[in-house]
């Protein structure tokens, strides 16, 4: 019994993590992504090539790095479970606004059919509503063969209640 409700308490706590890991909160989104790459990397044996062009200790309005955590870790699981991919990409620019874009190299689907065949789905349909809600864009490029970009991009408010430095 204890056997159990120490794997319960265990998985418990992963779940929590993976919906929001205190290290956002705490140290911000490239600290959240740079734990979130290793930890990933390890349990698909999947690489990620990432490059961030903000400087490490940026912050951004909350809600912006929670909605932008959020679609790259779901892009990433997408990655794991259909993709069959060895090789991800992770891009982060930052200038008016905060861009993300995931791209893998993996077999592609057909995006009508998809989403045609998911509209209750938690998956892009969930990432389009998470850029949505903050008056964001999102995309997903695919075809059958060619691999998957999942783009978003969000407002930064200067100046906001949200921001932290």
């Known amino acids: 019994a204890r056997g159990i409700v120490t794997e319960m308490s ?39 090539n990432h490059n961030f062009s903000f400087i490490n200790e940026q912050r951004f309005p909350r809600s912006v ?6 679609i790259i ?20 620019w930052v200038k008016d606004n905060l861009e993300v874009e995931i791209s893998d190299f993996g077999q592609g689907f057909d995006i009508v059919i998809v989403e045609a065949k998911n509209r209750q789905s938690t998956g892009i349909s969930s990432m389009r509503e998470r850029a949505a809600l903050l008056g964001g864009e999102f995309s997903v490029a695919s075809s059958p063969g060619s691999g998957t970009i999942v783009r978003a991009v969000f407002d930064i408010v200067e100046g906001s209640e949200n921001v932290q430095n």
Not at 17 to 30: N, Q, T, V
Not at 65 to 70: D, N, P, S, Y
């Open 73 to 92: 870790q779901e892009s990433l699981t997408n990655v794991a479970r259909h993709a069959d991919s060895s090789v991800v990409d992770v891009n982060i």
């Open 10 to 48: 265990l998985k418990i706590r992963n779940l929590s993590l993976d919906l929001r890991p205190a290290m956002l909160d705490d140290f911000g989104l490239f600290a959240a992504l740079e734990w979130l790459f290793e930890r990933y990397t390890k349990q698909t044996q999947i690489k990620i």
């Open 65 to 70: 790095e929670t909605a932008a955590f959020r």
